[in-house]
């Protein structure tokens, strides 16, 4: 019997934060898979727990959170289990300076490649008039025009430019912190280390020429560290699609 249950998408992204973040403190909850693909998300069903239309959310009894950085910080403090906030303030500024980073200029970069790339392919085949209307379903106006986008192929070369770039620079900061420490943002294993690793794992796929082990051999160890971790695996197994299935690039031996 368990009195959380997570709506989430793939491991990936902000679905993977929280549920990374729940299976790490050994946390049960209630998994409710909405097909991200099948506009699940903009189904009255989940509208009545979300009302914004966008994953993951997570009920607690019965309070509701939203916002995947936030819900880790709520995991963390609210259950037992590892403690995935270090105690000393400098770690905890670094925790947060990383999380920001990822969430404000990293990420969003991150995401629009892959609404290029996976997003919209996946569903441009669907009937128009039928994609049209779960386009108009959609509560957010910024969430429209990225599914539009999307499936339209029209992400612009200078917006698609400047995500590479942020994408880029990201994987040599991310390269020279991990140079200095073990983990991102302080000597244990922590919730920027399951931030980082929810935008990053698939890294040597999908920026191949960027990151790999000869080039950024530390991000590469950290990478192959968290997959290796029991609750890491354990999540990925709950993947379903091919972009999360990535993931078994890690398996591989180092070059
Ligand atoms: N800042 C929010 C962003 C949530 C968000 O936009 N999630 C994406 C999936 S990664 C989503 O729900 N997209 C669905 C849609 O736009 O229809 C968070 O971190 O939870």
Redesign the pocket.
Known sequence: MTDVALYH?EPN???GKPMLALMEKGVAFDSHYLD?LN?D??KPAYLAVNPL????AMTHGDRVL????AIMEYVDEAFDGPRLMPGDPVDQWRVRWWMKFM?QWLGPSF?MIGWSIFIGPSVRQKDPAELEAAIER?PMPE?RV??RKAIGGTFSAEEMAESQRRVGLGIVFLEQALAKREWLASDSYSLADINGFNLAYALPLSQPTLSNDTLTPNIMRWLRAIYARPATKACWAMGRTPMAKRVAILEGKPA
Request: glycine letters at 4%; proline letters at 5%; hydrophobic letters at 35%.
């Open positions: 998408w992204a902000n679905s991200l506009f998300q903009h239309g966008t994953i993951p939203t916002e995947s950085t969430d995401s959609i969430r990225a599914w």
